[in-house]
């Protein structure tokens, strides 16, 4: 995982997923793809990387915080998109429509 880059790892959510974190606590918002597998500590259901973490309100003196993980695109084993719940959203819209259309250049359908 990079830490610089808008990702995270999830338990459950495929490899490549794009999802949006809310931090409870302040509301603000991240965009992340997931690309690695965990945490692996009862309870958590997402590590972002620490640029991301910083970005909606979590420091490295809390560390932990409640969020809000609303999947925009994730890929199905075939290659084509399934949109997701925070799709809808006016701006996690423009990206779910940009990743279909990736995917129908990229030949998968």
Do not use: C, F, W
Not at 32 to 57: C, F, M, N, W
């Amino acid at each position: 995982m990079n830490p610089r880059g808008n990702n995270a790892a999830s338990r459950t959510l495929p490899l490549g997923t794009v999802a949006k974190v809310t931090n409870v606590a302040t509301g603000k918002s991240a965009i992340v793809r997931i690309e690695d597998r965990g945490p692996y500590i009862k309870g958590r259901i997402v590590d972002l990387s620490p640029t991301t973490a910083r970005s909606i309100g979590i420091t490295s003196h809390v560390g932990v915080a409640n969020v809000v993980v609303a999947p925009i695109a994730v890929p199905l084993p075939d290659g084509r998109i399934k949109l997701g719940s925070a799709a809808r959203d006016a701006s996690s819209g423009m990206i779910a429509s940009n990743l279909q259309r990736k995917s129908k250049t990229d030949g998968r359908h």
